[in-house]
């Protein structure tokens, strides 16, 4: 393993980092390791935090990745409550400081994962007023947790995939529920508005308010909220308010360190950033996909997916151990949310701007006609990537089919065996 790095930092203590420190041991590296977190918990499943977490009673050690003692075992220094404030690529060095503060100090790497993921972007103007939560990390979970008591009034900021799944968890516990999206339909933005509409209409067969195509002014309240403002002068009253306007990744760090920061951390297929040794990983990389090329999508891309901070974290360990024989990022993107008794599988890469069309079921309304379906987005004559609400089956069979860049025709086809 020529160029092999013999000291290596992991910083962010993610499910991306997570999964590097056991790529990297996998891959045969026996120098020292270091695995520095910004949070007080080792590295936890995130996914539970919007669903699971929020509708049980669960204790936050049931969402640690790995069992207790799994770091000890695999020889990792770990370093919690400790943030990343910079780095130094001349020097090799990454400087930390103690999240209750103190002296900073610095790490000494030969190879480096930046693995810092993404924060929840607040909604403006709000500050730090008592009942209005992002939700990110576990705290922020079990925060909102304590509020969602039967009759509760919560009022979820941002139709996309975690605040619907909060919605959803909330009308669980017996909330009254209302969502506000300034789009015409949740989930604009990856189903596009004829099916982020109809899968926008769980909320309201699950007696959770939509307020739809209205932006927000801002929060009413003295020392704690009362009520969302909107836009067009009414108000939301709320005695809980969640936002959940999407993420920032979190590269405040690296600010004057020399990597290329633009929407994340931007990186080659090969999740290489900079200088040789330097790699990024999960939400805060930008990197390039392979398999999006064929579709026309030559740029990195930052992907916010469960499913790419695993593979990104597995493809980095040996890489970065392996230099020589690194092997570029090319998968299929594949999402999921689980919003009621109902399951949405996404994958491929669909666009707003794709045709789309019901391939196997039926998207009516119609209650005879049953809710399950699969959708597929086509563009150029390709299938560029479906959607499936309670259809696992098909989903499986067109998530194996865009592995190979379909047709639009041979889509079909596949369609016409499944029914």
Not at 26 to 54: M, N, Q, V
Not at 112 to 137: D, E, F, Q, W, Y
Not at 250 to 264: A, K, P, Q, R, V
Request: proline share 6%.
């Amino acid at each position: 393993m020529s160029n092999s790095p013999k000291r290596i930092v992991i910083v962010g203590a993610s499910l991306a980092g997570a999964r590097a420190v056991h790529s990297v041991r996998s891959a045969g590296h026996d120098g020292p390791l270091t695995l520095i977190g910004a949070e007080p918990h080792l590295p936890y499943d995130r996914p539970p935090l919007s669903k699971e977490f929020l509708t049980g009673d669960n204790d936050p050690s049931s969402l640690a990745l790995d069992p207790d003692g799994a770091f000890d075992d695999l020889d990792v220094e770990v370093m919690l409550s400790t943030h990343a404030v910079g780095l130094d690529m001349a020097a090799r060095t990454v400087a930390v400081a103690p999240a209750a503060g103190g002296s900073a100090e610095t790490v000494p790497f030969d190879g480096l994962v930046i693995a810092t993921g993404a924060a929840a972007r607040p909604l403006p103007g709000v500050g730090n007023m008592a009942g209005v939560h992002t939700l990110r990390t576990l705290d922020d979970s079990m925060a909102i947790r304590e509020g969602l008591i039967a009759g509760a009034r919560v009022a979820v900021v941002g139709g996309g995939f975690i605040g619907s799944e909060v919605a959803a968890s909330a009308a669980a516990r017996g909330c009254e529920v209302t969502v506000i999206e300034a789009a015409p339909a949740p989930l604009v933005r990856g189903l596009g508005a004829e099916m982020g509409t109809r899968v926008g209409a769980l909320h309201g067969q699950n007696g959770v308010e939509l307020r739809l195509g209205i932006g927000v002014d801002g929060v009413l309240g003295a020392d704690r909220v009362e009520a969302v403002a909107m836009a067009d002068g009414s108000r939301v009253p709320a005695d809980l308010v969640v936002v959940g306007i999407g993420v920032v990744p979190n590269t405040e760090w690296l600010e004057g360190s020399g990597l290329e920061i633009d929407n994340g951390v931007v990186c080659d297929e090969t999740l290489c950033c900079g200088p040789q040794g330097i790699y990024a990983v999960g939400d805060v990389a930008r990197a390039g996909n392979g398999w999006l090329g064929p579709l026309g999508v030559s740029e990195p891309v930052r992907v916010e997916h469960w499913t790419a901070a695993v593979e990104h974290g597995m493809a980095v360990g040996r890489n970065l151990v392996a230099p020589a024989e690194a092997q570029p990022y090319n998968s299929v993107p594949f999402v999921w949310s689980d919003q009621y008794d109902a399951r949405i599988q996404i994958a491929g890469h669909p666009d707003a701007d794709d045709d789309v069309e019901v391939l196997v079921g039926s998207a009516e309304d119609d209650p005879d006609s049953g809710r399950s379906f699969l959708a597929g987005y086509r563009r150029n004559g390709r299938l560029s990537g479906v959607m499936a609400l309670d259809a696992i089956r098909p989903f499986v069979r067109f998530r194996r089919l865009l592995a190979n860049h379909p047709t639009w025709d041979e889509a079909l086809e596949l369609a016409a065996t499944l029914g």
